[in-house]
């Protein structure tokens, strides 16, 4: 492992080699404190401080243990063509083969033809996990069969990548298959991508839209009204309309969202009643889900003055939050309510104070700093890609590299990259981030279990 990451970072740290070594040799034996008091006693250099999360984020991404796998590579996705020159070493041949899946597929993804044509040959391997990141790589034309064949596959995650690719070909004799599988398949999940496969298919597929509107599953029941809206409108509208009169569900937001993306906007008033409904209903988590859905319209003035006045009266924190992020925080009402919020300690209290740092709110800045001490694993993660990502002030994070959880571990190395690597972050830290480096000995991160 230690081999594999010096041959990572080889090319790419600036620090002094025998540093660089030891930040290595640390975190390869899990000592993370170590690491940590290497980057303090190097000066608290940003050169070193690469080095230091280039080996955490690394060192999980090698690792067999899929879910830490899984989130490294997650955080290399997210850094974009940035991860390149790490990517492709994670996608040598002397790799295993399930780092070897993962680090072609974001490759593919990023327009490598040459990683295409690799992964394309691991989709025909013994490792069940790795042919289900292969399967991304397969052609629709050239592997039509193949595809065709995998829709009746045992592992759900295998039929649904089947049928995402097979949507996006068009081919005649894909449609009834498709069809099929959006009637009669054991898992929701799949369910629901097939009908998104049809809507390429406009009126050939609105008796499968028409089913699926009558499925046992709430979630594919959405994903039918979503997709009928947009693949024949026509046909559609008076299902949707229908589903305006019934009590307010997942179902009847969706229905009142597709009828205002319309173009032109069809039954406006009766979409808004639905929302307005939405709004104020009994259960919190529709509540919620009702500003999320209006964050999608953007503009709708009838829709936002709907959100404001219900912001006036709620009292869940986490519907707040909702309701405040669909105004956005260049309005005074939802400004005003995410200030409130960011003085908690939970993860509502993360995101309201990461939303007012975007807007250089220097407050906010300081309670992110406090709560990397939060006693919840995810609301330091947040914290991390917060201080990070949004700040640009990657020695903040530095501290939670050492932490006892792995996902916030991983969180706060791709946030550091991810801040380090973007051309607009300029090399002086501000005046939180020194204060952040200073107001406890780096050797020492304050976590809270």
């Known amino acids: 492992m230690r081999a594999a990451l010096l041959v990572c970072l080889g090319t790419l740290g600036c ?28 000066g608290q250099e940003r050169s070193l401080l690469r080095v230091l999360a280039e080996s955490v984020l690394l060192q999980d991404a090698q690792l067999a243990d899929g879910p830490r796998q899984r989130s490294a590579f997650g955080e290399l996705e997210l850094l974009g063509t940035r991860a390149r020159p790490w990517l492709e070493r994670l996608a040598r041949p002397e790799q295993p083969e399930s780092v070897r899946a993962r680090a072609l597929r974001i490759l593919m993804v990023l327009g490598d033809s040459d990683a295409r044509a690799q992964l394309r040959e691991l989709a025909f391997t013994a490792d069940p996990a790795v042919v289900d990141e292969a399967f ?26 089947a049928v995402v690719l097979l949507g996006a070909a068009d081919a005649p004799n894909t449609l009834q298959p498709i069809v099929e599988l959006s009637r009669s398949d054991p898992e929701p999940s799949v369910r629901a991508a097939a009908l998104f496969a049809l809507e390429r298919r406009g009126a050939e597929a609105v008796r499968a839209f028409e089913r699926g509107l009558k499925d046992d599953s709430e979630s594919v029941r959405v994903a039918a009204i979503a997709a009928f809206a947009r693949a024949a409108p ?93 105004l956005g925080a260049d309005d005074p009402a939802a400004r005003r309510a995410l200030a409130r919020l960011a003085q908690g300690t939970a993860l509502v209290a993360a995101q309201a104070a990461q939303e007012l740092a975007r807007f250089g709110d220097a407050t906010a800045e300081r309670q992110l700093i406090t709560l990397r001490a939060s006693a919840s694993s995810v609301t330091r993660a947040s914290v991390a890609r917060a201080l990070g990502r949004d700040r640009r002030v990657p020695e903040a994070v530095a501290p939670l590299l050492a932490d006892q959880d792995p996902s916030v ?21 501000s005046r939180y981030a020194r204060s952040a480096v200073t107001e406890r000995p780096l050797s020492q991160p304050r976590v809270l279990r």
């Open 234 to 326: 026509a046909q559609a509208l008076s299902h949707l309309d229908q589903q305006l009169g019934s009590a307010v569900s997942h179902e009847t937001l969706a229905a009142a969202v597709a009828l205002l993306q319309m173009q032109p906007v069809c039954e406006a008033a009766r979409a808004h009643d639905a929302l307005a409904r939405g709004l104020a209903a009994s259960e919190s988590p529709l509540r919620s889900h009702t500003a999320v859905l209006i964050r999608t319209l953007p503009g709708d003035r009838e829709s936002l003055a709907a959100v404001r006045e219900r912001l006036a009266i709620e009292s869940v924190p986490e519907v707040q939050l909702a309701l405040a992020l669909a």
């Open 15 to 42: 620090a002094a080699s025998e540093t660089r070594h030891q930040v290595v040799a640390a975190i390869e034996r899990g000592a993370y404190a170590d690491a940590l008091r290497t980057y303090e006693k190097g």
């Open 409 to 429: 571990r991983i969180a706060a190395a791709g946030a550091i990259l991810a801040a380090l690597m973007d051309p607009s972050n300029s090399m002086q830290a």
């Open 136 to 161: 991304a790589a397969l052609d629709p034309s050239l592997d039509q069969a193949l595809l065709l064949s995998t829709l009746r596959a045992p592992r759900a995650a295998r039929r649904l990548a």
